[in-house]
């Protein structure tokens, strides 16, 4: 007997005695919590008259499902229930120094880091909104924030979690410094240095860095542009390797591939690190920016069922990167997370905090992400059409299922970190060579990646042509050097 209403009942007073939905909180809609959740209308239904029976929630006509208000009585505590490999030290400080310093440097067509333009982000509202909320929370704003976060939002995200088909509480939220920050106490709650950490091939060179800087090695595990990262090939590391400390995925909208997994692998790679009980770090820094008509995938934490995989997010790619918010679900190692911050940055700061709450309280962040969305998609198209009509025939174009970034192959003998050095040197065009994006930067010297991030203007036009013909060139060859 198919009991998935219970279970769905269950998960949501769960959510509820947590704080995630306080009293007068509309629930998601029934069409929103049967997407979400891959369930029927009638067994949402169900589920939420099992809640209303139970004096859980209201049903209001033609607005839907809410939090009851509680009565004086206090409300009752929940129970508490075959391929060679070799691990590689990374050396990529220098080059990922360089790559920053030159990437956000004024007059540089700015093609390298993947950084969203201030034009497509929300700026004066958040402007607004922050001298806002320094005004109305003066005690909050100069207080400390606590270490997991400002528990209003740390709900905010508890509740966007169903649309990431995870039932959270506030208390499995962790708000960082940046996905930066959360990557780190990541590594460092399961790691210790000499570890082994497996990572998707190519891999964002900030990824790299921070492993670098822990002193921990990788394996880079061989992925497909389309389907990502290759099970059969990780799972062999795993069999053969016992240092292995966690590993590390972009899991939606890949950094720099553009890939996102489906379902299926993600719950087939969160058991096969089960069964090895390896953790699963997953990056979803890219998860909001699927492409507009596609849904919201599906994050691989919502298939864990052990605590192991340590979900990371943040609002750099969405909101704004200045503000410095990004956040985690550590599952088991929430108390140590907690231990390793206090340690070292102690607090996220607390205005940032306060302003990212409003934005996700009052519709305006959902309002702009489908703006974002629709606008990404046509750049992407731009550029990529700009790249086939300037680029050598035979150059391959990453097809992004979201985000905006595209990666481009050439041929072999084409030399990626001559022709990036050629293009700010001469042309103040600033792209990130392919080399960063492997450990010990000998991988991807024939790729390169650039941002879409930025309105397609007869700047970057001519931009993109100017590289194409860089590319057509022999200055750019190795064979000519």
Not at 23 to 47: F, I, W, Y
């Amino acid at each position: 007997m198919d009991h998935s209403y219970q279970q769905l009942a269950n998960n949501l007073q769960k959510q509820i005695n947590a704080r995630t939905y306080l009293p007068g909180d509309r629930l998601p809609s029934v069409r929103e919590l049967a997407k979400d959740h891959g369930l029927s209308l009638e067994t949402v239904l169900h589920a939420l008259r099992i809640l209303e029976n139970n004096g859980l929630v209201d049903a209001k006509v033609r607005s839907g499902f809410y939090v009851r208000e509680p009565k004086l009585q206090s409300v009752a505590t929940p129970n508490k229930t075959a391929t060679v490999f070799r691990a590689k030290d990374v050396t990529l400080s220098l080059l990922r120094h360089q790559a920053v310093t030159f990437g956000t440097s004024k007059n540089i067509v700015p093609l390298g880091l993947s950084l969203l333009s201030s034009e497509v982000l929300p700026t004066r509202r958040l402007a607004q909104t922050l001298s806002s909320v320094a005004r109305r929370y003066p005690k909050e704003t100069s207080n400390q924030a606590p270490v997991a976060g400002m528990e209003s939002l740390r709900q905010q995200l508890a509740q966007r979690a169903s649309n990431w088909g995870c039932f959270l509480s506030p208390d499995d939220v962790v708000i960082t410094c940046g996905a930066s920050e959360a990557l780190h106490l990541a590594l460092r709650a399961v790691s210790h240095r000499g570890d082994i950490v497996l990572v998707e091939s190519p891999c964002y060179f900030g990824t790299l860095e921070i492993i670098e800087s822990l002193g921990l090695r990788v394996i880079e595990i061989a992925t497909d542009p389309r389907e990502g990262v290759d099970l059969p090939e990780l799972e062999s590391a795993l069999k053969r390797f016992n240092r292995i400390a966690a590993c590390l995925l972009v899991t939606n909208a890949s950094n720099p591939l553009g890939y996102t997994l489906t379902s299926r692998i993600k719950q087939n790679l969160v058991r096969l690190l089960s069964r090895f009980q390896v953790p699963l770090i997953e990056d979803d820094i890219f998860g909001e920016l699927h492409r507009p008509e596609t849904e919201r995938p599906k994050v691989a934490k919502s298939f864990d069922e052990d605590g192991t995989v340590i979900l990371v997010g943040s609002f750099s790619k969405t909101l704004a990167p200045g503000l410095r918010i990004g956040w985690m679900v550590p599952g088991k190692f929430r108390d140590r997370i907690l231990q390793l911050k206090s340690a070292t940055s102690l607090a996220t700061p607390s205005l940032p905090q306060l302003a990212a709450t409003e934005f996700l309280k009052f519709g305006s962040f959902d309002a702009h992400l489908r703006r974002l969305r629709g606008f990404l998609a046509d750049q992407i198209y731009r550029f990529s059409s700009a790249i086939a009509e300037s680029f050598p025939p035979a150059t391959r174009i990453s097809r992004p299922s979201g985000g905006f970034l595209l990666w481009l192959e050439l041929d072999a003998d084409f030399d990626a970190l001559t022709f990036a050095a050629s293009a700010l040197n001469r042309y103040r065009i600033a792209v990130v060579p392919g080399n960063l994006f492997s450990a010990g930067g000998e991988r991807y010297q024939n790729c390169f990646r650039i941002s879409c991030g930025h309105a397609f203007s007869p700047r970057f036009a001519e931009a993109i042509a100017t590289l194409g013909k860089l590319a057509c060139s022999r200055e750019a060859r190795t064979h000519d050097k």
